[in-house]
């Protein structure tokens, strides 16, 4: 095990046992500040999955020499299918619609009631079991072909990769989405939003190419990869990125008028939470850090050549993505400020610390390259000129 | 540099493939000229030195200053000038207003680019010495033109034909100057 | 080949990749070939302009009528008070994005094999956006007010209200036009001077000459061209996205069930740009066929678009499931009510089962690889797929607005002969002006081509890359 | 071969783009500046009435007040338009015999009104009515102009939207005393912000700025 797996265990660990200090103290607490953690992380993942797939199915040939690091991200999703477990076993404290009904407001019980034979908690989990076992099966499929490849570039595994993507793709959105109508939707369950679910995956891609962009840094400057990988691979993922911040922003926006304009009070009540108080200053924070700053600095050609300014750009990124599924999530949890931030930092660590850890250990021993990929050779001469 | 009106005239060499070309132009500007300039009916990688184009910024900024005055017309006409209760939703609708915004920013971009380009590439001109040369319709069909300034310091009436020749050109023509 | 020709969607490894481009084309044949239509029509070409110019005189006499008696002669009545001109607004304006999306995106994308077929996708673009900005105008009652809605110090002393859809609609509609026919513009100029240079009379060399410019393909020019155009698609591309959200917002952010539904934005963005590909497919077939432009536009352009087609019907499928899901999960009655009885079991059911199936089953057909470069099939399904879009602008309109709050308001909304006039009349108009375009403008972008042609060393000669810092 | 275009179409080809340019920011510039023109507004145009009646005659030189004619003007959305019946008690002593007064016999005896021209008109999808203004301290002239100079009455404001915005959005800045309704050439006697903000108060004069004020 590599340096950064053990301290990544390590990590873990501690965040583990603050953790589980928390849930002693104040358990609801614990429960929101892990689910948060998890949700984000859980995007890059996710998130992962789905570039894969896109380049796959679009030819984007300059990523094949990418492709790797991207899969080896996607290798987490078995250890956040574990990493599941405290969601669910915490669905008491984290979603009011589980119970009686007796923490409703009589106005919202009828309407919960309604929609019992989809909330409840049998059919919650057999739910989180398909969408596992669809992002596992696909992803574990994808990798272990890629990897074959490496050693055997028959025509026939590419042929079985781009068959997967195509229809993985299609199993993906609806997983995904659903995943996020009932992990972080239903924390509100009155409320509902149609969009809901692309606006989790748009959050995800951006979270997913900060990671790759990190790692393709961090690989830049151990070696770790050849030197044609430079500045015009960043500069082709730095322009996707570009994409998916503004494609991000015209989700959210999309929810945003549409709700806004209607003021519907059902609907409404859900922005007018986030909208007061620190919450309004977080969502200011976030809109600012996950649009504005990233956009107009993608806009520079120099900064997205450049490994350092993109490592920070995608730090950020990632940073404020947390803090992005903090104000989607946590208005809805059992949430009361003050220490309790102590908790979402543990969180932050566990969740993070294993899949790093996770990352880190199903890494070892593969080769950095996608080196059967017969567009490899294409892909390394990439230019963006 | 810009684009030339060789008023001082001109030295032109034909090709028949941009290849001919970019080893002809990278031949002159290696021995020493610098008013050169081509003529192709598809983009050229000729290598000759260029300024870098200045629209980018331009089209930013007009960009920039359309949606600060579209947002600053919806601002004046509901918040300012007549604001309406309609639906409860604030005079000063900012969500709203981001729509007309968006829209004002991309069309005086976009404006910006087009005329932009009309304007540096100094577009329209029916005119030009070069069209009074036989034979140059073809440079927007299949034929590729390498012209020298006349008033290019190392340009010279018949050393600059000469070395012209040298490249293997279909034919070399000389464009009076004056007009 | 150069990784800047490859098609758009990968082609099964261990197949042969289809070329981008077909022949040995010399220059200076590829330019004639491309130019031929210009200077001489055909007895087929004047058969269509002669039926197209019947439909526009339709459309002039329905719209005419319209204008004369007001619109009262349309079959729509409270609580239907959008129907078929929205509808086909929506239907048209829809159709009007494959282009911009096509050229715009794409070139952002370096898909070089755009140019075979993006001049087409471009005026289609800009004439399905005339006939578009045509319904809304006469939706107005009086539509010779129609500057009322633009922001401009009026005796009135009123300004439009911003918070509304429709100055929205007016700023989203307008400004694409406008870029997208300055995109289209800018694109023809060097073919406009090819045309010039090649036209066989001095009065087509001067008519050409005015419009091209006094283009003469300098190397500065053509730098600063390049940047200028990646420039321009660069703006267009959000633009594209922008103006069908735009429109969905005039229905989603109204309080209706069945219209007001936070994935509207992306969702009619998605229709919009499945409806055009299925025009491009509809108007480049025959095209193909009539200026023989089979080594231009190959099995790869039409494997890749029917892809984009696959996708985009995907897309729309996963929108119609999740609105489906969520109208239940609301607990909502009405919007119960509105999906799951009144759209499949009610009056225009028929209409929403036919939308279903053209929409969601159709583009399956595109998992084949042999339907995805059959022209027959590819020409049928895009039919298909426009019926089915326009049944889906007309379920949503209809169905949302026949069955108000008040059972005592229900209302069935039947089109008048006047409703189906102007809607036959518009196809009309459609085909009028792209048989113009047609006839009188490059409908291949020449110098792409050329370029492409030249890249692929398929023209004897080697091109070193594309000019320009971009 | 001599260029397609000669050297002349140059100047030609720009100063054309030039004019487009012009024409496309002129035509509308020009036309917005015409619909307020007092020609498109039909201001200051003289309407003759059947009788040469001369305002300045009866307003300055024989200080008869505006209510003496026109009647209604604080009771009904009409202003009232005298009857010959008004005309006749005065003149019975003057003028009554003159050429200039034949109008007013004939309709005297044959009992039918004078045919009165209208000299200011409202669209009809606009609502007004004159008792609400004059008893919130709209004075005639605000609208009417200064009546007592104009020898034959014509039409002094632009009677545009936004001519009736103006006031309506900021009524402070035009209300008068009652008292002062009827007053020629009026001057605050104290700085009208001030008085403009008192009445307003008093009166209680609202902002109102409601489609539905209008156009009912």
């Known amino acids: 095990m590599t340096r950064g797996g053990r301290i990544s265990i390590a990590v873990a660990v501690a965040g583990a046992v603050v953790l589980a200090i928390g849930f002693v103290l104040d358990a609801p607490r614990a429960a929101a500040a892990y689910l948060v953690a998890y949700g984000a992380l859980l995007g890059v993942a996710l998130g992962a999955l789905a570039l894969v797939m896109i380049a796959r199915v679009t030819a984007a040939n300059w990523f094949v020499a990418l492709r790797r690091q991207a899969e080896q991200i996607t290798a987490t999703l078995p250890a956040f299918a574990v990493l599941f477990l405290p969601v669910l076993l915490t669905t008491r404290l984290l979603y009011v619609w589980t119970g009686d009904g007796s923490r409703l407001a009589p106005g919202l019980r009828d309407v919960v009631r309604a929609k019992a034979a989809y909330l409840n908690v049998p059919f919650f989990t057999v739910r989180a079991v398909i969408y596992f076992a669809v992002w596992i099966a696909v992803a574990e499929m994808l990798r272990r072909a890629s990897l074959r490849q490496d050693r055997d570039p028959s025509p026939r595994l590419a042929r079985r990769m781009y068959a997967l993507s195509a229809g993985g793709l299609v199993a993906f959105a609806l997983t995904t989405s659903f995943a996020a109508f009932d992990w972080f939707m239903s924390l509100s369950p009155g409320w509902y939003s149609t969009v809901y679910g692309v606006d989790y995956f748009a959050g995800a891609m951006v979270a997913a190419l900060a990671a790759l962009t990190v790692v393709v840094a961090i690989e830049r400057r151990s070696n770790a990869l050849p030197s044609e990988i430079g500045a015009d691979h960043l500069h082709a993922l730095a322009k996707l990125l570009l994409t998916f911040v503004l494609f991000w922003v015209y989700i959210g926006f999309s929810q945003l008028i549409v709700i806004w304009s209607a003021e519907i009070p059902a609907e409404r009540v859900w922005y007018a939470v986030r909208m007061r108080a620190g919450w309004r200053v977080l969502g200011g924070v976030v809109l600012f850090g996950h649009f504005v700053l990233p956009f107009l600095a993608l806009l520079v050609r120099a900064i997205k050549r450049s490994v350092a300014a993109m490592s920070v750009i995608g730090i950020g990124l990632l940073l404020v993505h947390y803090l992005d599924m903090y104000w989607i999530a946590m208005p809805d949890a059992p949430y009361h400020g003050g220490w309790g931030f102590v908790l979402d930092v543990a969180a932050v660590l566990f969740v993070g610390g294993a899949a790093v850890a996770t990352w880190s250990m199903r890494r070892a021993g593969e080769p950095s390259l996608a080196v059967g990929d017969p567009r490899l050779a294409a892909s390394l001469h990439y230019s963006t000129e | 540099m810009r684009e030339r009106t060789w008023s001082a005239g001109a030295y032109l060499a034909e090709f028949d493939s941009a290849d001919a070309l970019t080893r002809a132009a990278h031949a002159m500007e290696e021995s020493g000229y610098s008013l050169l300039e081509t003529y192709s009916p598809v983009p050229v990688a000729h290598g000759l030195r260029r300024s870098t184009s200045r629209l980018p910024i331009a089209v930013f900024i007009v960009g920039a200053l359309g949606g600060l005055a579209s947002y600053l017309i919806q601002w004046y006409a509901n918040a300012y000038s007549y604001p309406l209760d309609i639906g409860g939703r604030p005079s000063h609708a900012v969500p709203a207003f981001l729509i007309p915004t968006f829209e004002g920013t991309v069309l005086s971009a976009a404006l910006a680019a087009f005329f932009g380009f009309f304007i540096v590439a100094r577009l329209p001109q029916p005119y030009h010495p070069v069209f009074d040369i036989d034979g140059f319709e073809r440079a927007t069909v299949d034929r590729y033109w390498l012209a020298i300034d006349a008033a290019d310091d190392r340009s010279s009436p018949d050393l600059t034909p000469r070395e012209l020749h040298r490249l293997d050109p279909l034919r070399v023509v000389r464009l009076e100057g004056g007009s | ?470 | 071969m001599p260029a397609l275009f000669p050297p002349w179409t140059n100047v030609v080809a720009r100063a054309s783009l030039i004019a487009a340019v012009v024409l496309v920011v002129g035509v509308p510039a020009a036309l917005m500046a015409w619909v307020r023109a007092p020609n498109a507004t039909r201001r200051y145009e003289p309407v003759a009435q059947p009788i040469a009646f001369d305002h300045r005659v009866h307003v300055v030189g024989e200080h008869i007040d505006c209510r003496y004619c026109h009647f209604s003007v604080e009771r009904s959305s009409t202003a009232g338009i005298p009857p010959t019946s008004t005309c006749v008690p005065c003149h019975s002593q003057t003028l009554l015999g003159s050429s200039t007064f034949a109008p007013v016999r004939r309709s005297m005896e044959a009992n039918t009104p004078l045919q009165w021209k209208r000299v200011t008109s409202l669209p009809g999808f606009v609502y007004f009515n004159h008792a609400i203004h004059v008893n919130k301290g709209v004075g005639c002239e605000s609208c009417h102009g200064r009546v007592d100079q104009m020898a034959t009455v014509y039409q002094a404001a632009p009677l545009t939207m936004g001519w009736c915005l103006s006031c309506h959005r900021y009524p402070a800045a035009f209300v008068r005393p009652r008292a002062e309704v009827t007053a020629m050439g009026y001057a605050p006697r104290q700085p009208q912000r001030v008085i403009g903000a008192r009445l307003v108060r008093e009166y209680h004069v609202r902002r109102l700025t409601n489609c539905t004020t209008c156009h009912r």
């Open chain 3, 1 to 470: 080949m150069s990784a800047a020709a490859r098609p758009l969607v990968e082609q099964p490894p261990d197949r042969e990749p289809w070329p981008v481009m077909r022949g040995e084309h010399p220059a200076a044949a590829l330019t004639d070939h491309l130019l031929a239509p210009l200077w001489r029509s055909s007895p087929t070409w004047w058969l269509l302009f002669g039926l197209s110019s019947l439909g526009t005189l339709l459309l002039l006499f329905t719209v005419t009528y319209t204008v004369a008696r007001g619109i009262g002669v349309w079959g729509n009545n409270i609580p239907v008070a959008w129907a078929f001109a929205i509808t086909n607004f929506v239907w048209w304006i829809g159709i009007g994005h494959a282009g911009t999306f096509i050229s715009a995106f794409l070139i952002l994308l370096n898909q070089r094999w755009r140019g075979s077929i993006n001049r087409v996708a471009e005026a289609m673009t800009i004439f399905a956006l005339v006939n578009a900005a045509l319904f809304p105008l006469l939706h107005l009652g009086r539509p010779w007010f129609f500057y009322w809605l633009i922001p401009y110090p009026a005796t009135m002393g009123v300004w439009p209200n911003f918070k509304s859809a429709l100055p929205w609609d007016v700023a989203a509609v307008t400004t694409y036009f406008t870029v997208s026919l300055l995109f289209w513009f800018l694109g023809l100029v060097p073919d406009l001077a090819s045309a010039r240079d090649r036209a066989p009379s001095r009065l087509k060399r001067l008519v050409y000459g005015v419009f091209a410019m006094g283009w003469r393909g300098s190397g500065f020019q053509w730098q600063r061209y390049r940047v200028a155009y990646v420039l321009l698609a660069a703006l267009a591309t959000p633009l594209v996205i922008s103006v069908h959200s735009v429109v969905s917002l005039d229905f989603s952010i109204a309080q209706l069930p069945g219209w007001h539904s936070t994935i509207f934005p992306p969702y009619f963005v998605v229709g919009a740009i499945y409806s055009g590909l299925a025009m491009v497919f509809v108007l480049l077939l025959p095209l193909r066929r009539a200026f023989g432009l089979y080594d231009i536009v190959t099995e790869a352009h039409l494997s890749a678009m029917a892809k984009l087609m696959l996708a985009m019907g995907l897309m729309l499928a996963y929108s119609y499931v999740v609105e489906i899901f969520m109208s239940w999960y609301s607990a909502d009655f009405a919007e119960q009510y509105t999906y799951l009885t009144a759209r499949p079991a009610g009056p225009y059911a028929i209409a929403y089962w036919i939308m279903t199936v053209l929409n969601v089953v159709t583009p399956q057909l595109f998992w084949v690889r042999r339907f995805r470069t059959s022209t027959r099939v590819l020409f049928l399904a895009s039919i298909g797929i426009l019926v089915g879009m326009w049944m889906e602008r007309f379920i949503i309109i209809v169905t949302s607005l026949n069955r108000d709050f008040l059972t005592s308001s229900w209302h069935i909304y039947m089109p008048t002969w006047v409703d189906w006039g102007i809607l036959a009349g518009s196809l009309g108009l459609f085909g009028f002006l792209f048989l113009l375009f047609v006839r009188f403008v490059p409908s291949v972008a020449i110098s792409e081509v050329k370029e492409l042609s030249i890249e692929l060393g398929r023209d004897g000669a080697e091109l070193a890359g594309a000019a320009g810092d971009a």
